[in-house]
């Protein structure tokens, strides 16, 4: 089992930054490659960012790459998600989860996540 905690989300306004942190925990981080999804309301869960065991993999939603970045800490058991830039049609929860596998390949569905976090909110006023 692994659990998961984000912490980081809040109130932006538009072209502002923030960086959202999930620590994890329960077994070894690095069997694990992390994501981030977003679910605005109304809305699917949105696939943003991947990342493999090691960190020197990543893979990105089209709409966001070059304003956001995935990067993980092994030795600090977290994954990150920076987020610059910010628009008002990013405003979601964001969740964090965890595959079992430490690859990125076919890791855009959320049904590849078994494990996620409780979500948080990140909201961007115009």
């Known amino acids: 089992q692994v659990q998961l905690v984000e912490s980081g989300g809040g109130l932006v306004q538009a072209g502002g930054s923030l960086r959202l942190s999930c620590a994890a925990s329960g077994r070894t981080f690095t069997t694990n490659a992390m994501g981030w999804f977003r679910q605005a309301p109304g809305k699917e869960r949105e696939f943003v960012a991947i990342?493999?065991?090691?960190?020197?993999?990543?893979y990105y939603a089209d709409s966001l790459k070059g304003r956001f970045t995935i990067s993980r800490d092994n030795a600090k058991s977290t994954v990150y998600l920076q987020m610059n830039n910010l628009k008002p049609e990013d405003t979601a929860v964001y969740y964090c989860?965890?595959?079992?596998?430490?690859?990125?390949?076919?890791?855009?569905?959320?049904?590849?996540?078994?494990?996620w976090g409780q979500g948080t909110q990140v909201t961007v006023s115009s």
């Open positions: 989860g965890a595959r079992n596998s430490r690859l990125v390949v076919d890791g855009t569905s959320a049904n590849q996540f078994p494990y």
């Open positions: 990342i493999n065991w090691s960190g020197d993999i990543t």
